[in-house]
């Protein structure tokens, strides 16, 4: 039985840490990317930490005969989606960029792996693990959320990824042979502890964590603090950052339990605990011994006070629970934004 697991987007931040963690895990993990948002770079570095070489298919996710032949050349078992933007200010921006890449790539993807199916060619029974996000609970009526929450969107990349979801469920349903986990994610921060491999953001980063080391790095004077009278302890944003060690590792049990027989599931991916902005801050000066200097800012439109999950699900369904500090978070970042001001460029 091939152990193939096709990553589309997989030399992305969250990918490229899951082909690590699949790989410890006995697959052979093959990357499809377009390189839209990441950098060759990372590969010698993948190869750096696994001693293997790594298997890429270069190409767009959005070209449906030329990802039925990937599937077919590679015999896959199950695909991890990560492939697509992510960028929420972009999104409103600009958002027939979000429904093209992000619901065209999905949509591709999907009846590539139907045509495989369709003609014997699969080894397996359909299997997707797809990421989607905590942002599909828009702005959520209390704390900590549930997989059975309402869900709804603020913005073309949150609207995206609830089309993609409803997209899987009507999928399954009109053909249920089809194995689906969609994990929603809360907040991916860290990186690899080899220092190697790490968040890259090509422009101005819109998360938290990727600023935070941009500023004690110097790259940037301050960090703007959106909010300071919110509703929670300190008055500024809560969020539920989950280690990018653990979210790989969350992947590789939805695998297990897909490949395994298990049925389709939608779980959160998130320690279940909140940080506020400050509390990240004060982690981050404390990890990385150096000041974080800080403004407070006017909340931004869509931000929601607190957001963290009930991970719960995800233990009971798949044995997963997040195991990393908020200190290791803050470590390890730090070690790959020092150790690579520039990221893969430098
Ligand atoms: N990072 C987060 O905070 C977060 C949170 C929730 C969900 N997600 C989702 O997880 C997934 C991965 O996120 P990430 O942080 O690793 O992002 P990333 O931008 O680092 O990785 C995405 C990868 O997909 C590639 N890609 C984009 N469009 C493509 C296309 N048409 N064809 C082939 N490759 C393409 C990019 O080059 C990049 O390597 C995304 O779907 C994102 O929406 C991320």
């Given at each position: 039985?091939?152990?193939?697991i096709l990553l589309t987007?997989?030399?992305?931040?969250i990918g490229?840490?899951t082909?690590?963690?699949l790989?410890?895990?006995?697959?052979?993990?093959?990357?499809?990317?377009?390189?839209?948002?990441?950098?060759?770079?990372?590969?010698?570095?993948?190869?750096?930490?696994?001693?293997?070489?790594?298997?890429?298919?270069?190409?767009?996710?959005?070209?449906?005969?030329?990802?039925?032949?990937?599937?077919?050349?590679?015999?896959p078992?199950g695909v991890v989606h990560f492939?697509?933007?992510?960028?929420?200010?972009?999104?409103?921006?600009?958002?027939?960029?979000?429904?093209?890449?992000?619901?065209?790539?999905?949509?591709?993807?999907?009846?590539?792996?139907?045509?495989?199916?369709?003609?014997?060619?699969?080894?397996?029974?359909p299997t997707l693990v797809f990421s989607s996000?905590?942002?599909?609970?828009?702005?959520?009526?209390?704390?900590?959320?549930?997989?059975?929450?309402?869900?709804?969107?603020?913005?073309?990349?949150?609207?995206?990824?609830?089309?993609?979801?409803?997209?899987l469920?009507?999928?399954?349903?009109?053909?249920?042979?089809?194995r689906v986990g969609v994990l929603?994610y809360?907040?991916?921060?860290?990186?690899?502890?080899?220092?190697?491999?790490?968040?890259?953001?090509?422009?101005?980063?819109?998360?938290?964590?990727?600023?935070?080391?941009?500023?004690?790095?110097?790259?940037?004077?301050?960090?703007?603090?959106?909010?300071?009278?919110?509703?929670?302890?300190?008055?500024?944003?809560?969020?539920?950052?989950?280690?990018?060690?653990?979210l790989a590792?969350g992947h590789v049990a939805a695998l297990q339990a897909l490949l395994?027989?298990?049925?389709s599931f939608t779980v959160?991916l998130?320690?279940?605990?909140?940080?506020?902005?400050?509390?990240?801050?004060?982690?981050?000066?404390?990890?990385?011994?150096?000041?974080?200097?800080?403004?407070?800012?006017?909340?931004?439109?869509?931000?929601?006070?607190?957001?963290?999950?009930?991970?719960?699900?995800?233990?009971?369904?798949l044995?997963?629970?997040?195991?990393?500090?908020?200190?290791?978070?803050?470590?390890?970042?730090?070690?790959?934004?020092?150790?690579?001001?520039?990221?893969?460029?430098?």
């Amino acid at each position: 039985m091939s152990t193939t697991i096709l990553l589309t987007g997989g030399a992305g931040y969250i990918g490229s840490h899951t082909l690590i963690a699949l790989h410890e895990a006995g697959y052979q993990p093959v990357i499809l990317d377009n390189f839209s948002n990441s950098h060759p770079a990372v590969l010698e570095r993948l190869e750096r930490i696994t001693g293997q070489p790594v298997r890429v298919e270069r190409g767009d996710v959005l070209e449906t005969p030329w990802v039925e032949a990937v599937l077919r050349r590679h015999q896959p078992v199950g695909v991890v989606h990560f492939a697509g933007d992510k960028a929420v200010g972009e999104s409103v921006a600009n958002p027939l960029k979000y429904f093209h890449n992000n619901i065209g790539g999905a949509v591709s993807l999907l009846r590539a792996m139907a045509a495989v199916h369709a003609d014997g060619t699969a080894p397996a029974a359909p299997t997707l693990v797809f990421s989607s996000s905590a942002t599909v609970y828009g702005d959520p009526a209390s704390v900590p959320i549930t997989e059975d929450f309402p869900r709804s969107h603020t913005n073309p990349y949150g609207h995206s990824k609830l089309v993609i979801e409803d997209m899987l469920t009507a999928l399954r349903t009109a053909s249920p042979v089809w194995r689906v986990g969609v994990l929603r994610y809360f907040n991916p921060v860290g990186a690899h502890p080899s220092g190697l491999i790490g968040e890259d953001p090509a422009d101005i980063p819109n998360n938290l964590m990727p600023y935070v080391t941009q500023v004690a790095v110097g790259q940037r004077p301050y960090l703007n603090v959106y909010g300071n009278d919110y509703p929670t302890p300190d008055g500024t944003g809560v969020r539920d950052y989950i280690h990018v060690q653990d979210l790989a590792a969350g992947h590789v049990a939805a695998l297990q339990a897909l490949l395994g027989g298990s049925e389709s599931f939608t779980v959160n991916l998130g320690t279940g605990h909140g940080h506020s902005v400050l509390e990240v801050v004060k982690a981050f000066e404390a990890a990385s011994g150096r000041p974080v200097p800080y403004a407070f800012a006017p909340r931004r439109a869509g931000d929601v006070a607190q957001c963290y999950a009930d991970a719960a699900l995800a233990k009971r369904l798949l044995g997963w629970e997040a195991r990393h500090t908020l200190h290791e978070m803050c470590a390890d970042a730090w070690r790959w934004q020092s150790g690579n001001p520039n990221g893969y460029r430098g």
